[in-house]
Each structure stands twice: as C-alpha cells, then as structure tokens.
T-cell receptor, first 115, second 112 residues
Framework: ETGVTQTPRHLVMGMTNKKSLKCEQH?????MYWYKQSAKKPLELMFV???????ENNSVPSRFSPECPNSSHLFLHLHTLQPEDSALYLC??????????????FGNGTRLTVT | AQSVSQHNHHVILSEAASLELGCNYS??????LFWYVQYPGQHLQLLLK??????LVKGIKGFEAEFIKSKFSFNLRKPSVQWSDTAEYFC??????????FGAGTRLFVKA
C-alpha cells in the first residue's frame, strides 16, 4: 500500500482521444507532483501543486493539462497526444517540497500508450 | 544545468556479490540526496537519504551510500546482494523549492 493511488493502471488511447489520469493521496500531504518516466531517461518533473496552487510547470506541452481540485486529488487531462508521449506517468506527494523528513511518496503509475 | 548521472543502465550480479552503483550530480547548492528503489511491479520507494552530518548513510535492507562532496558523488553500496534486490535504482537530488531531479535509473538483476 503506497498511500498514493493512481488510476487507471494502463491506458491506451488514440491521438485524437481525450482522457484523464487520476491520483489520490491518503497521507495528508500538501504537495502533489506529476512525473513522466520514459525508458533509459531521467524522470521528468512535469507539474507540481502546493496547497492546490501550481508552483512548477516545466515547459510541458499544452496537450497535458493538470488539475488539482483539493490537496488530496490530482488529475492530468490528456488530449491530442503524440506517440512519443507514451510513457509511465507517476504521481507523487510530499509534505512541503520533498526535502527533510518528508521525501516524495509515489504511486504505482499509469502506463500510457498512444497509438 | 542541474542533472544527475547514473553510470550504468544495467548491472547483473550473482547472489552474495558486492554492489556499488555510481551517481554523480551537478548542483552547486546545499544538497539533499536520495536513492529510491522500484521493485518489479511496485511503486518507487525511498531507500535512503542524506541531508547533513555523517557522509555515510545507512538505509533499509543493508544498503548504504557515501556522499563525497569533492567528487559530487553519492554512490550506493551493499556488501552482499540477494535475489530479492533485483530492482531499478534511482539517484536523486533536491535542488530547492519543489524540485527533485532524478537520474535515468540502474536496473539491477541478481542471479540466484
């Protein structure tokens, strides 16, 4: 049990579809993150929300749209994706910035395949 | 640019062999360093962390890591690996704000 739950575990979508990834954390943390994990590449930080405000947006294409309605839930809305967007999308949470005694806690990820 | 470099993408060892995974980072500020592990089918989880004090830190399952400031390194070690250590290992550095930068990972396979 990770304390961070992501759904769905797997998603296959066409380039013209619209879908959403969901993340929920049960740890009482105040920050939530989206990372992209591609094979043989470093994890890429996409977005960070702290107290429901976006605090990081690392030059991510607009076809990825995050939403954080409250401190426990985080969404990633997807539309008109490209095949190179196929990857494992990881959600994480932390208390504060992920330093000190509260490092990042990750979910199991959503394996996204764009066809 | 800030980055984390892990020296090997894949490592294969026999049980009881010693392990050392290399990690170098490029960041000039005060470092907070981490090793995370991802076992097959499981989520990324913290293995150990360094913030200050003794540069040799102990983690779970017999792992340890040594921070060498002059070399910008934070190598992970284990004297004797087990089959259950088969996993992917990620080195990471916290660079301030809400940014933790990860390396590309090292896949370790331990032969029984």
């Amino acid at each position: 049990e990770t304390g961070v739950t992501q759904t769905p575990r797997h998603l296959v979508m066409g380039m013209t579809n619209k879908k959403s990834l969901k993340c929920e954390q049960h740890l009482g943390h105040n920050a939530m993150y989206w990372y992209k994990q591609s094979a043989k590449k470093p994890l890429e930080l996409m977005f960070v929300y702290s107290l429901e405000e976006r605090v990081e947006n690392n030059s991510v294409p607009s076809r990825f749209s995050p939403e954080c309605p409250n401190s426990s839930h985080l969404f990633l809305h997807l539309h008109t994706l490209q095949p190179e967007d196929s990857a494992l999308y990881l959600c994480a949470s932390s208390q504060g910035g992920g330093v000190g005694n509260s490092p990042l806690h990750f979910g199991n990820g959503t394996r996204l395949t764009v066809t | 640019a800030q980055s984390v470099s892990q020296h090997n993408h894949h490592v294969i060892l026999s049980e009881a062999a010693s392990l050392e995974l290399g990690c170098n980072y490029s960041y000039g500020g005060t470092v907070n360093l981490f090793w995370y592990v991802q076992y097959p089918g499981q989520h990324l989880q913290l293995l150990l962390k360094y913030f200050s004090g003794d540069p040799l830190v102990k983690g779970i399952k017999g792992f340890e890591a040594e921070f060498i400031k002059s070399k910008f390194s934070f190598n992970l070690r284990k004297p004797s690996v087990q089959w259950s250590d088969t996993a992917e290992y990620f080195c990471a550095v916290y660079t301030g704000g809400f940014k933790t930068i990860f390396g590309a990972g090292t896949r370790l396979f331990v032969k029984a």
